[in-house]
């Protein structure tokens, strides 16, 4: 049985044609450790995220893979019970061990999360907040930059008649794909989305998934996802966590179907 299922797997990634060369590195982690008390939440993390990919942190609930995100564009600050230590370089820059300013280390950072969080104005406001945190101000290139990130999430067509209507008049899946254009507008160079079709309807969560697939052309995209075929249908690099750890990484096509622990090799075999 478990033979027939990794077969299965392996005709789906072989279908996707997924494909992964030698890419930079955007991204370096080394030696990374999370602890709130005694509780040793990251384990020394170590793992490099290739430029304008697809990586995949993959794992079960409670793993650590949201916590890792959190590192990435230090959210962690705001949890005073959190210690942390290792280096995280983004282009060089050591961000856990230098007086890095915040906000601009965010703005190279699109976050989208499980659940849309559009900020209690209109569509267009939305889109315009997050050019105004660049310093835009003026209206005819916010007219124009909110007209180009509402194509690139496929929106623009959906919205063009009612960009002054509530934010929140919007269905869950076009919320979700209004904060990641709301995102894109400060010009990230990585995008973090932390499960972001966990809340989705299917026809919904394919249109995310079909638009990370155009964007990982312009950025980088970080993917923490609970679910295999998600995964797999994705991943151009992946890193199976497990109680914070990260047990296996590597390529998509290597790992699934060739997998060197028994972790993984359970993990796959209940189909999560």
Not at 70 to 92: A, H, M, P, R, W
Not at 176 to 189: E, I, S
Not at 218 to 226: D, F, G, M, P
Request: glycine share 6%; hydrophobic share 35%; with cysteine.
């Amino acid at each position: 049985m478990y033979t027939q299922k990794i077969e299965t797997m392996t005709d789906t990634i072989e279908q996707a044609n997924i494909e992964v060369d030698t890419t930079e590195s955007i991204l370096k982690i080394k030696s990374l450790n999370v602890h709130a008390g005694d509780n040793h939440i990251l384990k020394n993390i170590n793992l490099e995220i290739p430029k304008n990919k697809i990586t995949v942190l993959l794992g079960p609930s409670g793993c650590g893979k949201t916590t890792l995100l959190k590192c990435i564009n230090k959210l962690t600050d705001l949890y005073k019970e959190l210690k942390v230590s290792g280096n995280i370089f983004i282009e060089q820059d050591d961000i856990l061990n230098s007086s890095t300013n915040l906000p601009v280390l965010r703005q190279k950072m699109g976050l989208l999360s499980q659940r849309p969080f559009p900020l209690p104005v209109s569509i267009y406001k939305n889109v315009a907040y997050g050019l105004k945190l660049k310093g835009i101000r003026d209206n005819k290139l916010i007219d124009y930059s909110v007209e180009k990130h509402l194509r690139e999430t496929g929106l623009w067509n959906e919205v063009k008649n009612r960009l002054h209507d509530p934010a929140t008049s919007l269905s869950i899946g076009q919320q979700q794909r209004l904060c990641l254009a709301r995102g894109l507008a400060v010009k990230p160079r990585i995008i973090l989305a932390d499960e972001p079709t966990s809340a989705l309807d299917p026809t919904s969560s394919k249109i995310i998934e079909n638009l990370f697939h155009d964007l990982k052309k312009h950025y980088t995209i970080i993917l923490v996802t609970h679910v295999l075929r998600q995964a797999i249908r994705l991943a151009d690099n992946v890193a199976f966590m497990y109680y914070g750890e990260i047990v296996e990484q590597g390529k998509p096509e290597k790992l699934f179907k060739d997998p060197e622990t028994e972790k993984l090799r359970k993990y796959m075999l209940d189909g999560n």
